[in-house]
């Protein structure tokens, strides 16, 4: 028997795939051949240190984050998913099909008078000139409870943050009512609901938080 | 037997797929409940790396939040989810791959298991050691063997669940099980070294 055959049995014996033939077949090469029975225990070793390796836990705040990112989620492409999904109901019966040929042709004569609507007022409005993108200075760097946060492109990031860190950081983003919430729970960063993005490391692990302004 | 055993299951995923469908957020939060655990092991077992393992898991539970009422009952849920975990690993790391990121960075394990009362500092030690090795002989394995191994030894995955996830037939998924613990017996021994 090759290598590979015996180790293919020994690793199904381990596992409880062989039917009794098989079973004793091995039991009786083991005890034939110490060679045999040395890789057998050597598989075994293995097999057993992988489930300890199984045995450790997650970290307790995963499951924080996963909800977070699929309410994220939610709210961002369940309205679209909601209108994906009656439309592709409303295309596949074909009795619809004149119907939604009459939606179609309607929805494109509101399109070219709204668009027709939009180039008159856009003509109306003054021109407005705006300074060059390079003479927007962007703000000065904010010292925020013994913190120095800096603003880079749409956010803030605090100074000795990894920027690889930085870049990957998971998005929590933080609703205006829970803002007041959250602040409260961090007295040492006063104001930072103010930023709005923000870059910083919370006990060690690097997030990105979103607080959302209150609505007018 | 076996058909009556797997009755309740494969009703209760239905059940939780149906309720998804009508979204009870609930259901998401029971997936999560059963399977989080297995998902954080498999990413970070095939990424070898507990941050991205982090990161990987997120991706993995989005793709089944989103793909999760497309699910139709052929198997049980819980092989849909390790086919999603095993594809999306598969992604996230090919990607990796291609920019010249080794799967082999493995991080010190963190070894948060209770230690035993009976136990010595130095028991404990050789322990830790040992877990770090196989830790790290188990990233440098083959990904084909990798994935055979951690879906069975790791996920605790029959031979037949395995074959439906990676789509191999059975005596692929005996001999890659066997070939993958047997480089790692050798890897093991050798200390972790290629």
């Known amino acids: 028997m090759t290598h590979d055959a015996t180790v293919e049995l020994l690793s199904r014996y381990l596992d409880g795939d062989l039917n009794p033939t098989e079973r004793q077949q091995v039991e009786d090469l083991m005890k034939s051949d110490a060679a045999t029975a040395e890789i057998y225990e050597g598989l075994r070793q293995v097999r057993g240190s992988l489930g300890q390796l199984a045995d450790s836990a997650p970290p307790a705040h995963l499951g924080v984050l996963v909800r977070r990112r699929v309410?994220?989620?939610?709210?961002?492409?369940?309205?679209?998913?909601?209108?994906?999904?009656?439309?592709?109901?409303?295309?596949?019966?074909?009795?619809m099909l004149p119907a939604f040929a009459v939606v179609l042709a309607l929805a494109a004569m509101v399109y070219v008078l709204a668009s027709g609507l939009d180039?008159?007022?856009?003509?109306?409005?003054?021109?407005?000139?705006?300074?060059?993108?390079?003479?927007?200075?962007?703000?000065a760097p904010k010292e925020i409870g013994g913190r120095t946060f800096e603003f880079q492109g749409d956010r803030w990031i605090e100074l000795g943050v990894d920027a690889e860190l930085a870049a990957s950081a998971p998005r929590v983003r933080v609703r205006w009512q829970e803002s007041a919430e959250w602040q409260l729970a961090h007295p040492d960063l006063p104001g930072v609901a103010d930023l709005?993005?923000?870059?910083?490391?919370?006990?060690?692990?690097?997030?990105?938080?979103?607080f959302e302004k209150e609505p007018e | 037997m076996a058909a009556i055993a797997a009755t309740p299951t494969i009703q209760s995923d239905r059940d939780l797929v149906t309720r998804h469908q009508y979204g009870d957020p609930e259901a998401f939060d029971e997936v999560y409940e059963r399977f989080g655990g297995q998902v954080f092991q498999i990413a970070r077992r095939m990424s070898g790396d507990a941050a991205l393992a982090e990161d990987l898991s997120q991706e993995i539970f989005l793709r089944i939040y989103k793909y999760l009422?497309?699910?139709?009952?052929?198997?049980?849920?819980?092989?849909?989810?390790?086919?999603?975990?095993i594809n999306c690993c598969r992604s996230r790391l090919g990607r990796r791959a291609r920019r010249g990121k080794s799967f082999v960075e493995v991080e010190e394990e963190r070894f948060d298991q209770m230690p035993s009362p009976t136990e010595g500092t130095e028991a404990r030690v050789v322990r830790r050691e040992a877990h770090e090795t196989l830790a790290r002989a188990l990233a440098r394995l083959p990904r084909k063997f990798r994935e055979a191994v951690v879906l069975r030894d790791i996920g605790d995955l029959s031979y037949e669940e395995i074959s439906g996830v990676l789509g191999v037939r059975i005596?692929?998924?005996r001999s890659r099980i066997a070939r993958g613990r047997d480089r790692l017996r050798g890897l093991f021994h050798s200390g972790g070294a290629p």
Not at chain 1, 74 to 91: K, N, T
Not at chain 1, 196 to 210: F, M, N, Y
Request: aromatic residues 8%; charged residues 30%; positive net charge.
């Open chain 1, 71 to 95: 309410v994220l989620e939610a709210e961002e492409s369940g309205l679209w998913q909601r209108v994906d999904a009656r439309l592709r109901r409303f295309l596949v019966e074909p009795a």
């Open chain 1, 196 to 210: 709005g993005a923000v870059v910083l490391d919370l006990g060690g692990e690097v997030v990105e938080l979103v």
């Open chain 2, 69 to 85: 009422d497309r699910f139709k009952g052929k198997s049980s849920l819980k092989t849909w989810v390790y086919t999603v975990s």
């Open chain 1, 119 to 139: 180039r008159f007022e856009r003509a109306r409005e003054p021109l407005i000139l705006r300074p060059p993108p390079e003479a927007v200075r962007a703000p």
């Open chain 2, 171 to 173: 005596g692929t998924v």
